[in-house]
């Protein structure tokens, strides 16, 4: 009997921690029959306040609240499988991913199923809103319950095309699902792509033009949400028109006019988050007293042991690669080398690999463009606000990671104490935005379209309005008062854009250029159909340096495009419910 009561009791507990009713049945015992504390009725639930705070559980989820794996950052999924980056660090640091760096994915992987589920959080988050909404109380409005919809909407659509780009088709759960109505019998057997278009749509129809916070999403975030999404089915002439529409007449959701920060430096400064620039963005706070409101994803992703004189203190993880840092090499007329010649002896980007801190150096005096020194720390080039990076010293171990240090989403000196947060085991938790979508992508994504269209002379301009902003010299990275390195960056000429194949080779080596390290080139390269040799050729550049970590690893076609669905999933609900991916 004791055993019981024991049993019982622990039951209990669980259960009010929950937020759960736990019912006993034995006799004589109904004192355990304890109704949860802090229970919230629905009634409270259903009111607008109520509505709105699990809309905003449901844009929380973004940054993976804890679970960096979920998170839109996609610093693994898109980045570090797209040879931006690699995971760096000690070999057996969250060795987790190291399977992923070397598409030897598995699908008892604990990442994998930390993304999966962490995506299907947002999405169980969006469906508890929309059956809310259908419960709402008189004082919600009808437009209230529209703009609540379009929003809930619009984030389920992402977390589904998360999904969708990451396991391709997985199971389908809207708001009318729950656990014992058939729930658990949902197959993978429908595309997510429709499901996902018809969110999107309703959101751009539906979201406001402005809001009352900056971080919500509106009509034009839907707009451009929906091209992007389109684009990754190739469905370009959808695409275009939005997309147009976007840039001619967008405006971000505080009622600024889109357009590019005139420094590329500014994009990345949390002093100036919710900019012109910022079409989506996952809205980070600090010093609220809590950092899974700061930007908790990034916290691994700074140069190591920098001690105060640098940010983070740790871990030296998404370290940028050989490849990435010599693809910012230019010509004599600062054009990059499309070719894939920037890899060669001569024109390779000189690195400090093998030397240490205290022997001399003498950083690459070549053409170079100027987004290398916003995106990439390397050993002698001013390193934001901070001083002059080291080299080896901020580096944790360069045979594994090689020499170079994440730039991009990191904090300055400058914010030390109001826009960063030192509650917690490092300093590195911030209050800097991270961007989902940002107007130089929507240009870039709109000359994409543009190209596959025929409209060559459009693309151009999109692709230059984007090089313009980087030869801005006024947002050049400085040393005593001079450019920190010989910057040549130039416009495309006709000539480069006189056929669909030159045109495609400048725009998508633009987006390489552009968007480094912002999650976007491994779903750019499975669109385009060129993962396999692009990553194997990154591979085969990459392991010239670091062997142990990138030797013998290789991408199949065929089968990492996609990730395998996690067997915790498949265990669960059974071979006949869930299907793998095919090659796992």
């Not at 009791?9 to 304890?34: E, K, P, Q, R």
């Not at 420094?263 to 910022?278: H, L, Q």
């Not at 105060?308 to 370290?319: D, K, L, M």
């Not at 690893?553 to 299907?579: T, Y």
Request: contains cysteine.
């Amino acid at each position: 009997m004791m055993k019981s009561i024991t049993f019982k009791s622990a039951a209990i507990i669980a259960s009010v921690a929950a937020g759960l009713t736990f019912v006993g049945v034995s006799c004589n015992d109904d004192f355990l029959n304890i109704q949860p504390t802090g229970q919230i009725s629905e009634s409270q639930l259903t009111s607008k306040a109520g509505i709105e705070g699990a809309l905003i559980a449901t844009y929380s989820t973004l940054n993976g609240r804890a679970n960096r794996m979920a998170s839109a950052t996609n610093w693994v999924w898109g980045s570090i499988r797209g040879g931006d980056a690699n995971k760096g660090t000690d070999p057996g640091d969250f060795s987790d991913i190291n399977p992923i760096q070397r598409y030897e994915y598995i699908p008892t992987q604990g990442v994998i199923r930390d993304s999966y589920r962490g995506n299907y959080e947002g999405i169980a988050r969006a469906n508890r809103v929309l059956s809310l909404l259908a419960k709402a109380a008189p004082e919600v409005t009808a437009t209230d319950k529209k703009r609540i919809e379009a929003e809930a909407r619009f984030l389920r659509a992402h977390y589904y095309f998360q999904l969708a780009r990451n396991f391709g088709q997985t199971p389908i759960v809207t708001e009318t699902d729950d656990y014992g109505t058939g729930i658990e019998e949902i197959k993978n057997d429908k595309p997510l792509y429709p499901f996902i278009e018809a969110d999107m749509k309703f959101a751009f129809d539906n979201l406001p033009e402005t809001q009352g916070a900056a971080g919500r999403a509106n009509k034009w975030a839907a707009g451009a949400y929906l091209g992007k999404i389109y684009l990754q089915q190739k469905k370009y002439n959808e695409a275009l028109p939005l997309l147009t529409n976007v840039i001619n007449n967008g405006r971000t959701t505080n009622g600024k006019k889109y357009g590019l920060v005139p420094r590329y430096a500014d994009i990345f400064k949390a002093s100036n988050d919710n900019n012109e620039e910022s079409v989506f963005a996952i809205q980070n706070a600090a010093n609220t007293g809590s950092v899974n409101n700061a930007f908790p994803d990034f916290d691994l992703n700074y140069p190591y042991n920098t001690g105060p004189n640098g940010p983070g203190n740790c871990c030296g993880f998404f370290q940028p690669s050989f490849e990435l840092v010599n693809s910012f090499r230019t010509d004599a007329t600062g054009l990059p080398l499309l070719d894939g010649s920037y890899n060669n002896t001569a024109n390779a980007v000189k690195n400090d690999m093998g030397v240490t801190s205290k022997d001399a150096f003498t950083p690459d005096q070549g053409n170079l463009d100027p987004r290398l020194d916003h995106s990439v720390g390397r050993r002698g080039i001013q390193y934001l606000d901070w001083q002059p990076h080291p080299g080896a010293d901020w580096i944790r171990n360069q045979p594994n990671g090689g020499p170079y240090s994440p730039k991009k989403y990191t904090y300055y000196k400058s914010d030390r104490g109001s826009l960063q947060d030192n509650s917690s085991w490092t300093p590195g938790y911030t209050a800097l935005n991270y961007t989902i979508i940002r107007f130089a992508d929507v240009l870039l994504m709109a000359a994409e379209a543009e190209i596959e269209v025929g409209s060559l002379d459009k693309a151009r301009e999109y692709v230059n309005q984007v090089r313009r902003r980087a030869a801005n010299p006024a947002g050049y990275v400085t040393q005593n008062g001079q450019p920190a390195a010989k910057y040549v960056i130039d416009e495309y000429p006709a000539a480069r854009f006189d056929s669909k194949d030159k045109a495609r080779a400048a725009l998508r080596f633009e987006r390489k250029l552009e968007l480094s390290g912002e999650g976007h080139r491994f779903y750019d390269l499975v669109r385009w159909g060129v993962a396999e040799p692009v990553l194997n050729a990154y591979i085969a550049n990459e392991a010239k340096f670091l062997p142990t970590t990138l030797g013998g690893s290789k991408f199949v076609a065929g089968k990492h495009e996609l990730l395998p669905l996690p067997q915790d999933e498949i265990d669960l609900l059974g071979n006949d419910v869930i299907k793998q991916n095919p090659g796992y």
